[in-house]
Structure formats: structure tokens, C-alpha cells
């Protein structure tokens, strides 16, 4: 009897609890993500002033140096470079290439999306069948055809990457807009006098923002696999710069000899990319100030 | 003076793929400065429609306009219909403003209610963001909301029903309009806060001297707050009168079912019991012939009703009614 009333609240907390506990442990990964987020891009900025080896320089007497084994903290390649030197500064093409390229593409998409979804009729059709057109080739193709055109340089490689990104934010914010134009809200706001532009920007794109910013944060890491694809496939950032695909690339004859050689860039590209996921999930959550009813 | 606000011959025709739908057929009105007009009739009956019309938000395809709109803005009249799009908006909000039935969607869930009030403000005027903001609150005291300062922050979804379509009116009002449409403002709400906001608007109205066309199909809503009152019946006026008059002696047979259809308070002591106008509704794409309302009224008479659209006649001091027998039918029942 008396064990039964003690696990009755008990089993009513229980789900409430777990609920928290989820929400909880939801934040703490985003904060992580932010985190290692944010140790990536100082580290990246600042820790190659901060190494005693220029990521160029060529130690014949090192070559293959194990990590931890010698004056190279995290190994050293078939040229003697120091890996960690390398790895910081291939962090700093492959960051700006992620960022910008996010940047680039959620903006574009955003303004492609809003203009069919607001606006909708014949300009929305024929711009949602060209994201539709653009969607059908596969990234990888797309991305090596339009590498295989252009001279590759960070600046080239951030617009490829770009070029392949947008549609999925055309998308997400087409819907979005669409449903959004609709609302009694939009109606009012053009009662009030507020413009077209006013309407888009200011009144829809806010409710959706959610969805906006998660699609831009998987962008970035999306970006980020994208330029290490192209890199390591010969067309993207060339050597000697180092970026995290090239030196994945670089990685291959060496497998089995210098496994340390892929594992620190493939960590690296690893940690950013989940970093940027857990980010997004958190943001998402934070943006929404509807979510404070629950 | 001219009127405020003169509706000359308004029609509304839809395009959709089975056709066109006339929901406004030849609508005119005329509203004075400080007036209130209700417009009263069954859902469909076009007049949302009308008042969609008047701010020109009617959609923009497939939608046709035609008649004229005028509105005086101080001395100066021009037609709604004719402005360009850029003075249109000029006007909206800033010299005609509407709310809607549903306050709980009227208002954008992801901004401060502060935020939404000062930038309708914004909109027309050129001050500060921060006079804005003193603005707004001063708009939220007026209408009712206690600590108005605290309320700027809050988001809708922390507001009750009343409280929202508190806001919306201080919104509606932000920039003084001389003309507010409020098209259904009380219908989601609760019976007692329906009176309040009913009380608010009348009050607001006597502080700022707007007109107001107040679209309803509640008939104690009219009677609680009309100067003046149309009833519209398949995109036409088919009776205006004075509030009074109308309830006292309504001629149109239409108008007659609606005020029978009002339910009786007082149980036991109705000898009439209340009753619906049989029928629906016409579709709007085959209107019967003649007088729309044929089918469905008591006084129907083959080859007279029937025959041709009846005239807005005027029965007494500017009572309007469209129905050839309206002589008859005040005599069959007076």
C-alpha cells in the first residue's frame, strides 16, 4: 500500500522530469557546439601566430613524425610540415569558405524564396521550377562541373559552394512565406499601410526565422563537407594552401603508414560540422519566443 | 461639406475557374464624418467583401473593381479606385484603418506588441523610434489595457482575447484615421467583453470624431451602437434606415426574417418563437431572377418579383427599401 503511493508521484514526475531533462541536455549541446565553435574559429584566427612552425615550412629531418613523439605536437607530414600549423590554417579557408558561403547562399535563397513565395503566380512558378531544375542535379556533379570551370581560389570555391546551397533555403522560405501571406496578420499590416518589402522582411520573414536559421547553420557545415569534397577530389583549394579536404587528400597514399596524417583533418572537419548541427538545433530553439508558453 | 465617405455603384467580380462571381453588384452609400454604419447580412452576403474593397486589399488576381470610392482627406477628394498604389498606402492605416474578428491571429506572434504599435505608427510618421514607443503607450493606456508601459513588452500569446483586440484597436488608431472599418470585432469574443470593447469604440469614437462602418450579422450589436444601419442581401443594399427605424419598422422582408431570427431573451414569456429565414443563401454565380431574395420570402408574387430587379425605393425619411411590395408588406403585418 504504502509502496504503491510512494511510486504513484513518483511515476507521475517521471515523464516531466525526462522532458526537462531532454530540453536541458538539447541546450548543453548547442552551448557545446558554440563553444567548440567558437575555440575553432580563435584557434584558427590567432594559433598559428602562437606556433613556433609556419604551416609552409619544410622539415626534411621530421618527415612522418608521429604525434606526441617529437618536436611536431600532432605529427608531421611526408614533407616534414607540421600538421598542426597546417590544420589551423586549412581551418581558416575552410571556415570562411563554410561562413561565407552560408552567408551567401541563405541570403540569396531567402530573397528567391520570399519574392516567389509572397508574390506567387507565374514569377513564383517559373522561380521555384528553376530551384526545382538546380535540385535535380546531384550537388557533387554540379559542384565538380562548375569547379572544372572556374580557376579555384577561396573566393571561386566559396561561390561554387554557394551555387549549389541555395535552393534548399529557397525552399524552406517559400513555404514558409507562403503560408505565412496568408495569415490575418500580413492582411493587417497592409492595412496599417506597410509595403510589400515592409510586409516580407518585416512581418513574415521574422515568424520564420526558425527554420531560416536552422537551414543556414546546416549550411555551413554543409559547406564546409562541400569545399573538403571538391578539395579532395584535386579541384577545389590548391596545394600548398592547406585546407581540410586537400589535406584529407593528401592523406590517402600515407593511410596506412601515417594514419594521423587523415584523422586530425577528418576530426577537425568532424567537430565543425556536428559543432554547427548542435548550434542550429539550439538556436532554433532560442529564436522562437513562442516556445515560453510551454 | 461633402460626405466623408461616398460608395458610388461598387462591384466586386471574382474570376475563378468555374467563372465570374459578382459578390458586390452596384453597391452605394454615403457615411458622414462621426457616424457609425452598420452593415448587416448573412455570411456572403458581400460585405467584407465591400469592405475589403474600400481599402483596395482585395486580391490582386482574378479580383475586379469597378465603381467609384470617394474619400475626403480634409478638403480634398479623390477616388480610392483611381489612386496610385503608393498614395493608396498613404492612406491605409493613416486616414482609414480596420480591425478584424480574429484578434487572436491579427497580430504578428513573434514581435512585441510595443514593437507592432509603434511601427504601424512609423509607417506614416517621421519621429523617433523611442517617441513611438511613448506613443504606443499612450495608445494602450487610452485603450484600457492597464500598465500600458509593462504591456509594450509582452508578446500576443501572453494577452487574452479582449486584451488583444484591445491592442489591435490602439493599433487601428495609432495614427487617428478618420474612418475606421471594423469588420466583425467582437464575434470571437466573450459576451461580457464584447460589451467592452463595444464600449471602448463608442467612446474612442466621441474622443476622435472618426466614422465607423461596422460590419456584423449581430443585430444587438447594431442596436447597441449604430447611428444607421444597411442591410446587405447578395451584394446588394437591399434597406438602410436609421437604427430606430429599422428595428421599429423594417420594410424589406429580408430584413424582417433577420430580426425575427434574433432569439428571444426571456424564456416563457415569447409568444413569437424565433425563427431562421428559410433557405440559403443564393450562389452568387446564378442570382435568381428579379429581387435576389425571391425564393426564399413569404411575400413572393409570380411575374411581379420575379420579373425585374426592384428599384432602392424611399419610403420615409430616408428609409430605403428594395422591394416592390414594401407598401403591402408594412401593412400585412402592421
Known amino acids: ?17 525526462s522532458r526537462a531533462l531532454r530540453r536541458f541536455l538539447r541546450h548543453r549541446l548547442a552551448i557545446l557546439g558554440a563553444i567548440v565553435i567558437a575555440v575553432l574559429v580563435l584557434g584558427t584566427a590567432f594559433g598559428p601566430h602562437l606556433i613556433p612552425y609556419d604551416d609552409l615550412h619544410i622539415d626534411i629531418r621530421h618527415r612522418f613524425q608521429a604525434p606526441f613523439l617529437g618536436p611536431h605536437i600532432l605529427g608531421s ?107 490575418d496578420f500580413a492582411l493587417a499590416a497592409q492595412v496599417l499601410g506597410a509595403s510589400d518589402t515592409w510586409i516580407v522582411f518585416r512581418e513574415l520573414l521574422p515568424n520564420a526565422i526558425a527554420p531560416i536559421v536552422v537551414a543556414a547553420t ?3 557545415a554543409r559547406a564546409i563537407l562541400l569545399e573538403s569534397y571538391v578539395s579532395f577530389l584535386g579541384y577545389g583549394i590548391q596545394p600548398p594552401v592547406p585546407s581540410w579536404g586537400n589535406m584529407l ?29 548542435f548550434l542550429g538545433d539550439g538556436l532554433r530553439d532560442a529564436l522562437d519566443p513562442r516556445l515560453d508558453i510551454a | 461639406m461633402t460626405a466623408l465617405l461616398d460608395v458610388h455603384d461598387l462591384r466586386v467580380r471574382f474570376h475563378s475557374d468555374d467563372g465570374v462571381v459578382p459578390a458586390v453588384n452596384g453597391v452605394s452609400f454615403s457615411l458622414e464624418a462621426g457616424e457609425t454604419v452598420a452593415l448587416v447580412g448573412e455570411s456572403g452576403s458581400g460585405k467584407s467583401v465591400t469592405s475589403l474593397a474600400i481599402m483596395r486589399l482585395t486580391p490582386r488576381s482574378g479580383c475586379e473593381v469597378g ?48 514593437e507592432q504599435i509603434a511601427e504601424a505608427i512609423l509607417c506614416h510618421r517621421a519621429i523617433s523610434r523611442a517617441a513611438a514607443l511613448d506613443r504606443a503607450a499612450e495608445l494602450l493606456d487610452l485603450v484600457g489595457i492597464p500598465e500600458p508601459r509593462k504591456r509594450l513588452e509582452n508578446y500576443p500569446h501572453h494577452m487574452s482575447g479582449g486584451m488583444r483586440q484591445r491592442a489591435m484597436i490602439a493599433m487601428a488608431l495609432s495614427c487617428e484615421p478618420a474612418l475606421l472599418i471594423a469588420d466583425e470585432p467582437t464575434t470571437a469574443l466573450d459576451v461580457t467583453v464584447q460589451a467592452q470593447i463595444l464600449e471602448l469604440l463608442k467612446r474612442l469614437q466621441e474622443r476622435t470624431g472618426m466614422a465607423v462602418v461596422f460590419i456584423t450579422h449581430n443585430l444587438g450589436v447594431v442596436a447597441e451602437i449604430a447611428d444607421r444601419v444597411m442591410v446587405m ?20 422582408p429580408y430584413t424582417r426574417g433577420l430580426l425575427r ?69 408594412a401593412s400585412v403585418e402592421a
Open chain 1, 1 to 17: 500500500m504504502s509502496d504503491l503511493a510512494a511510486a504513484l508521484p513518483a511515476a507521475r514526475e517521471k515523464p516531466r522530469r
Open chain 1, 77 to 183: 607530414d611526408q614533407l616534414g610540415r607540421d600538421l598542426l600549423a597546417r590544420l589551423l590554417m586549412a581551418g581558416r579557408v575552410s571556415l570562411t569558405v563554410g561562413f561565407s558561403a552560408m552567408a551567401l547562399s541563405t541570403v540569396f535563397g531567402t530573397l528567391i524564396g520570399a519574392t516567389a513565395g509572397y508574390y506567387g503566380g507565374w514569377l513564383g512558378t517559373v522561380l521555384m521550377r528553376f530551384v526545382d531544375a538546380v535540385l535535380c542535379f546531384p550537388t557533387i556533379f554540379l559542384l565538380l562541373a562548375l569547379a572544372a570551370f572556374v580557376q579555384p581560389s577561396v573566393l571561386s570555391i566559396t561561390l561554387v559552394v554557394a551555387a549549389t546551397a541555395w535552393m534548399e533555403v529557397a525552399r524552406v522560405v517559400e513555404g514558409q512565406v507562403r503560408a505565412l501571406r496568408d495569415r
Open chain 1, 218 to 220: 546546416l549550411n555551413v
Open chain 1, 249 to 277: 587528400e593528401n592523406a590517402q597514399e600515407y593511410l596506412s603508414t601515417a594514419p594521423w596524417l587523415a584523422i586530425f583533418p577528418g576530426l577537425a572537419i568532424t567537430l565543425a560540422v556536428t559543432s554547427f548541427n
Open chain 2, 67 to 114: 465603381g467609384k470610392i470617394l474619400f475626403r482627406d480634409g478638403v480634398e477628394r479623390s477616388d480610392l479606385l483611381a489612386l496610385p498604389v503608393e498614395a493608396m498606402r498613404a492612406v491605409r492605416g493613416n486616414r482609414i484603418s480596420m480591425i478584424f474578428q480574429e484578434p487572436m491571429t491579427s497580430l504578428n506572434p513573434v514581435k512585441t506588441v510595443g
Open chain 2, 233 to 252: 442581401y447578395a451584394g446588394r443594399i437591399v434597406e438602410q434606415a436609421e437604427v430606430r427605424d429599422l428595428f421599429a419598422r423594417p420594410r424589406m
Open chain 2, 261 to 329: 431570427s434574433v432569439p428571444n431573451l426571456v424564456p416563457g414569456r415569447g409568444r413569437r418563437r424565433f425563427e431562421a429565414v428559410p433557405g440559403n443563401v443564393p450562389d452568387p454565380m446564378h442570382l435568381p431572377k428579379g429581387c435576389s431574395f425571391h425564393p426564399r420570402c413569404q411575400h413572393f408574387l409570380p411575374g411581379l418579383c420575379d420579373a425585374a430587379l426592384p428599384a432602392l425605393d424611399v419610403t420615409e425619411d430616408g428609409h430605403l427599401a428594395r422591394c416592390v411590395r414594401w407598401r403591402e408588406v
